[in-house]
């Protein structure tokens, strides 16, 4: 029984998935590698529109182009354009009707 026991620790001739990773690590230079620096997720600012690129914006919106077609663009994003339209008092498309809105149509229909 004692020989079977030996014949199986001297017959498989390669290395145990242990010892490989010990040899792997062994090897290592860990002198090569850099430490990784933190990544840091800092809010980015927007693009600054100047007087003549908002002028452009406005009129382009008016004309029928979309917010999203206008934040690729100007190199905005969607959220930035809404904003800067509705700074300017531009009344956008396909929002929700107001509860006055509403109760003014229900009242006109019969």
Do not use: W
Request: aromatic letters at 4%.
């Amino acid at each position: 029984d004692t020989l079977v026991v030996l014949a199986r620790l001297f017959s498989n001739s390669t290395p145990s998935p242990l010892s490989r990773a010990i040899t792997a690590y062994q090897h290592l230079d860990l002198a090569a590698s850099r430490p990784r620096r933190p990544c840091s997720k800092l809010p980015k600012r927007s693009l600054q529109l100047n007087a003549v690129q908002l002028t452009r914006l406005i009129q382009r919106y008016q004309s029928g182009a979309t917010v999203y077609e206008l934040a690729m663009e100007f190199k905005i994003s969607r959220h930035t354009v809404s904003q800067r339209l509705q700074e300017k008092g531009v009344t956008m498309r396909r929002q929700s009707h107001s509860n006055a809105t509403i109760e003014m149509i229900s009242s006109v229909q019969v």
